[in-house]
Protein backbone atom coordinates (compact mmCIF):
# COMPACT_ATOMS: atom_id res chain seq x y z
CA UNK A 1 0.00 0.00 0.00
CA UNK A 2 1.10 3.36 -0.79
CA UNK A 3 2.55 5.75 2.27
CA UNK A 4 -0.33 7.40 3.79
CA UNK A 5 0.79 11.22 4.56
CA UNK A 6 -1.53 12.58 7.11
CA UNK A 7 -3.49 15.70 6.96
CA UNK A 8 -4.15 19.36 7.76
CA UNK A 9 -7.55 19.53 6.66
CA UNK A 10 -8.96 23.31 6.42
CA UNK A 11 -12.94 23.35 6.67
CA UNK A 12 -14.95 26.40 6.03
CA UNK A 13 -16.53 28.48 3.55
CA UNK A 14 -15.73 31.35 0.92
CA UNK A 15 -12.90 32.65 3.23
CA UNK A 16 -11.08 29.47 3.53
CA UNK A 17 -11.81 28.75 -0.05
CA UNK A 18 -9.83 31.60 -1.48
CA UNK A 19 -7.07 30.53 0.93
CA UNK A 20 -5.86 28.44 -2.35
CA UNK A 21 -5.34 31.12 -4.18
CA UNK A 22 -2.52 33.35 -5.45
CA UNK A 23 -2.78 37.03 -4.38
CA UNK A 24 -0.37 39.91 -4.82
CA UNK A 25 2.69 36.85 -4.67
CA UNK A 26 0.85 35.05 -1.35
CA UNK A 27 -0.95 31.85 -1.28
CA UNK A 28 -1.92 30.59 2.29
CA UNK A 29 -2.23 26.92 1.31
CA UNK A 30 0.75 27.01 -0.43
CA UNK A 31 2.82 28.56 2.23
CA UNK A 32 1.44 26.11 4.87
CA UNK A 33 2.14 23.44 2.71
CA UNK A 34 5.78 24.34 2.09
CA UNK A 35 6.20 24.88 6.13
CA UNK A 36 4.89 20.92 6.27
CA UNK A 37 6.14 19.62 2.95
CA UNK A 38 6.64 15.91 3.00
CA UNK A 39 5.48 15.55 6.76
CA UNK A 40 1.56 16.15 5.90
CA UNK A 41 -0.89 16.90 3.45
CA UNK A 42 -2.89 20.31 3.30
CA UNK A 43 -6.55 19.79 2.39
CA UNK A 44 -8.66 22.45 1.61
CA UNK A 45 -12.68 21.88 2.07
CA UNK A 46 -13.58 25.64 1.87
CA UNK A 47 -17.24 25.47 0.77
CA UNK A 48 -18.27 29.46 -0.69
CA UNK A 49 -21.45 30.57 0.76
CA UNK A 50 -21.82 27.96 3.57
CA UNK A 51 -23.12 28.15 6.57
CA UNK A 52 -22.77 25.67 9.53
CA UNK A 53 -26.17 23.99 8.30
CA UNK A 54 -24.50 23.53 4.70
CA UNK A 55 -21.51 22.16 6.14
CA UNK A 56 -22.63 20.04 9.20
CA UNK A 57 -25.47 18.22 5.96
CA UNK A 58 -22.65 17.51 4.20
CA UNK A 59 -20.07 16.52 6.59
CA UNK A 60 -20.22 12.98 6.17
CA UNK A 61 -19.24 13.59 2.21
CA UNK A 62 -16.65 15.48 2.59
CA UNK A 63 -14.81 13.43 5.84
CA UNK A 64 -14.17 9.72 5.45
CA UNK A 65 -14.21 7.60 8.78
CA UNK A 66 -10.87 6.05 9.67
CA UNK A 67 -9.73 2.65 7.34
CA UNK A 68 -7.73 1.20 4.87
CA UNK A 69 -6.45 3.89 2.72
CA UNK A 70 -8.24 6.63 4.50
CA UNK A 71 -5.28 9.22 5.89
CA UNK A 72 -5.19 10.57 9.07
CA UNK A 73 -6.72 13.75 9.76
CA UNK A 74 -4.21 14.91 12.04
CA UNK A 75 -5.11 18.48 12.50
CA UNK A 76 -9.01 20.31 11.28
CA UNK A 77 -8.93 23.96 11.41
CA UNK A 78 -12.76 25.05 11.04
CA UNK A 79 -13.93 28.72 10.40
CA UNK A 80 -17.60 28.95 9.71
CA UNK A 81 -20.07 32.25 10.80
CA UNK A 82 -19.80 34.83 8.18
CA UNK A 83 -22.72 33.43 6.59
CA UNK A 84 -24.22 32.28 9.64
CA UNK A 85 -24.20 36.18 10.40
CA UNK A 86 -25.97 37.38 7.50
CA UNK A 87 -28.88 39.69 8.62
CA UNK A 88 -32.12 37.97 7.27
CA UNK A 89 -33.46 39.82 4.16
CA UNK A 90 -35.83 38.83 1.14
CA UNK A 91 -32.45 38.86 -1.08
CA UNK A 92 -31.01 36.81 1.52
CA UNK A 93 -31.35 33.68 3.15
CA UNK A 94 -27.77 32.17 4.80
CA UNK A 95 -28.69 33.39 8.41
CA UNK A 96 -28.25 30.83 11.17
CA UNK A 97 -29.19 31.85 14.26
CA UNK A 98 -26.91 32.59 16.68
CA UNK A 99 -27.83 30.02 19.38
CA UNK A 100 -28.30 27.47 16.62
CA UNK A 101 -24.61 28.69 15.11
CA UNK A 102 -23.03 27.18 18.15
CA UNK A 103 -25.03 24.01 18.66
CA UNK A 104 -24.22 23.69 15.13
CA UNK A 105 -20.13 23.90 15.72
CA UNK A 106 -20.18 21.99 18.66
CA UNK A 107 -22.01 19.06 16.47
CA UNK A 108 -19.51 19.45 13.89
CA UNK A 109 -16.22 19.36 16.56
CA UNK A 110 -17.69 16.23 18.02
CA UNK A 111 -19.29 14.45 14.75
CA UNK A 112 -18.34 10.77 15.23
CA UNK A 113 -16.29 10.98 11.87
CA UNK A 114 -14.04 13.65 13.42
CA UNK A 115 -13.25 12.45 16.64
CA UNK A 116 -12.53 8.75 14.94
CA UNK A 117 -9.83 10.80 13.39
CA UNK A 118 -8.69 12.28 16.85
CA UNK A 119 -7.40 15.00 15.26
CA UNK A 120 -6.40 17.96 17.14
CA UNK A 121 -9.37 20.49 16.44
CA UNK A 122 -8.64 24.61 15.84
CA UNK A 123 -11.82 26.77 15.96
CA UNK A 124 -11.42 30.14 13.96
CA UNK A 125 -13.42 33.46 14.93
CA UNK A 126 -14.74 34.99 11.35
CA UNK A 127 -12.61 37.90 10.29
CA UNK A 128 -14.07 41.58 11.76
CA UNK A 129 -16.43 42.82 8.86
CA UNK A 130 -16.35 46.22 7.49
CA UNK A 131 -20.12 47.28 7.26
CA UNK A 132 -19.44 50.68 5.75
CA UNK A 133 -17.78 48.71 2.29
CA UNK A 134 -20.43 46.16 2.31
CA UNK A 135 -23.27 48.52 2.57
CA UNK A 136 -21.91 49.77 -0.51
CA UNK A 137 -21.50 47.03 -2.27
CA UNK A 138 -24.84 45.50 -0.92
CA UNK A 139 -26.99 48.58 -2.33
CA UNK A 140 -25.43 48.14 -5.81
CA UNK A 141 -26.01 44.74 -5.99
CA UNK A 142 -29.56 45.03 -5.06
CA UNK A 143 -30.27 44.42 -1.73
CA UNK A 144 -32.36 46.77 0.35
CA UNK A 145 -29.97 47.15 2.95
CA UNK A 146 -26.67 45.15 4.11
CA UNK A 147 -26.44 41.76 4.32
CA UNK A 148 -24.22 41.20 7.28
CA UNK A 149 -23.54 43.63 10.16
CA UNK A 150 -20.32 44.21 11.71
CA UNK A 151 -21.76 43.79 15.83
CA UNK A 152 -23.48 41.78 14.62
CA UNK A 153 -20.65 39.48 12.82
CA UNK A 154 -18.81 40.43 16.31
CA UNK A 155 -20.83 38.12 18.35
CA UNK A 156 -20.87 35.18 15.93
CA UNK A 157 -16.90 35.82 16.27
CA UNK A 158 -17.82 35.84 20.47
CA UNK A 159 -19.95 32.55 20.21
CA UNK A 160 -16.93 30.43 18.48
CA UNK A 161 -14.77 31.54 21.20
CA UNK A 162 -17.32 30.47 23.98
CA UNK A 163 -17.73 26.53 21.80
CA UNK A 164 -14.01 26.54 21.84
CA UNK A 165 -13.63 27.41 25.34
CA UNK A 166 -16.50 24.86 26.54
CA UNK A 167 -15.09 21.92 24.94
CA UNK A 168 -11.98 20.18 26.16
CA UNK A 169 -9.09 19.80 23.02
CA UNK A 170 -10.35 22.63 20.98
CA UNK A 171 -7.99 25.38 20.31
CA UNK A 172 -9.02 28.60 19.57
CA UNK A 173 -7.53 30.83 16.65
CA UNK A 174 -8.79 34.23 17.16
CA UNK A 175 -8.27 35.70 13.78
CA UNK A 176 -10.71 38.72 14.45
CA UNK A 177 -8.23 40.26 16.84
CA UNK A 178 -5.45 39.35 14.53
CA UNK A 179 -6.84 41.49 11.89
CA UNK A 180 -8.49 43.89 14.25
CA UNK A 181 -5.29 44.49 16.14
CA UNK A 182 -3.42 44.99 12.70
CA UNK A 183 -6.40 47.68 11.64
CA UNK A 184 -6.09 49.80 14.34
CA UNK A 185 -2.42 49.72 14.92
CA UNK A 186 -2.31 50.97 11.25
CA UNK A 187 -5.01 53.33 11.55
CA UNK A 188 -3.45 56.44 13.51
CA UNK A 189 -6.64 58.53 13.67
CA UNK A 190 -8.47 55.54 15.09
CA UNK A 191 -10.20 56.32 18.72
CA UNK A 192 -10.61 54.28 20.56
CA UNK A 193 -13.21 55.90 22.69
CA UNK A 194 -15.56 56.06 19.70
CA UNK A 195 -17.05 53.41 17.43
CA UNK A 196 -14.60 50.12 16.38
CA UNK A 197 -13.51 50.00 12.46
CA UNK A 198 -15.81 49.54 9.84
CA UNK A 199 -19.24 50.07 11.99
CA UNK A 200 -21.69 52.10 9.88
CA UNK A 201 -21.18 55.19 12.72
CA UNK A 202 -17.23 55.19 12.31
CA UNK A 203 -14.39 54.77 9.49
CA UNK A 204 -13.22 52.09 7.65
CA UNK A 205 -8.99 52.96 8.83
CA UNK A 206 -7.00 50.20 8.12
CA UNK A 207 -9.66 48.14 7.15
CA UNK A 208 -10.02 48.94 3.66
CA UNK A 209 -6.72 47.39 2.85
CA UNK A 210 -7.48 44.28 5.18
CA UNK A 211 -11.25 43.44 3.53
CA UNK A 212 -11.33 45.27 0.30
CA UNK A 213 -14.89 43.60 0.03
CA UNK A 214 -15.85 44.40 3.45
CA UNK A 215 -15.54 40.53 4.29
CA UNK A 216 -12.79 38.81 2.49
CA UNK A 217 -9.15 38.68 3.18
CA UNK A 218 -6.71 40.41 1.55
CA UNK A 219 -3.30 39.11 0.72
CA UNK A 220 -1.96 40.59 3.80
CA UNK A 221 -5.24 39.66 6.30
CA UNK A 222 -3.84 36.04 4.79
CA UNK A 223 -0.36 36.58 5.93
CA UNK A 224 -1.93 37.14 9.29
CA UNK A 225 -4.23 34.38 8.94
CA UNK A 226 -0.83 32.19 8.15
CA UNK A 227 1.02 33.63 10.98
CA UNK A 228 -1.86 32.40 13.54
CA UNK A 229 -2.23 29.19 12.11
CA UNK A 230 1.36 28.10 11.79
CA UNK A 231 2.14 28.84 14.75
CA UNK A 232 -0.11 25.77 16.23
CA UNK A 233 1.79 23.16 13.68
CA UNK A 234 4.94 21.46 14.75
CA UNK A 235 8.14 22.33 12.73
CA UNK A 236 10.06 18.95 13.71
CA UNK A 237 11.34 18.50 9.87
CA UNK A 238 12.64 15.32 10.44
CA UNK A 239 9.34 13.42 10.67
CA UNK A 240 9.17 12.81 7.17
CA UNK A 241 6.51 10.24 5.86
CA UNK A 242 9.67 8.66 3.28
CA UNK A 243 13.08 9.67 4.40
CA UNK A 244 15.42 11.78 3.29
CA UNK A 245 17.77 10.81 0.46
CA UNK A 246 20.77 9.69 2.11
CA UNK A 247 18.57 7.11 3.99
CA UNK A 248 16.27 6.64 1.33
CA UNK A 249 16.04 2.57 -0.32
CA UNK A 250 17.78 1.78 -3.51
CA UNK A 251 16.14 -1.34 -5.85
CA UNK A 252 18.68 -4.40 -5.57
CA UNK A 253 19.88 -4.34 -8.67
CA UNK A 254 21.53 -1.05 -8.27
CA UNK A 255 22.79 -1.59 -4.95
CA UNK A 256 26.36 -1.24 -6.14
CA UNK A 257 26.15 2.26 -7.26
CA UNK A 258 26.09 3.41 -3.86
CA UNK A 259 29.73 2.90 -3.42
Given amino acids: MAASYPQIVLFGDSIVQGAIDVVDGFSFQA ?3 SKVNRRYDVINRGLSGYNTSNALAVLPQVFSPPGPGVPKIEYLFILLGANDACVPLPTNHQHVPLEKYKINL ?17 LITTPPLDQIRITELDLASGHPSATRHAKISASYSEAARQVAAENAGV ?7 GIMDTAIEKTPSFNPNGPPLGYPDGQRGYLEHLLPDGLHLSSESYRIFFDLVSSF ?4 DEERVLPEWREAPWLEEDAYLKG
Fill in 31 to 33: ALQ
Fill in 233 to 236: IDSN
Fill in 106 to 122: KRIITHPTITAHNPKIF
Fill in 171 to 177: TLVDLWK
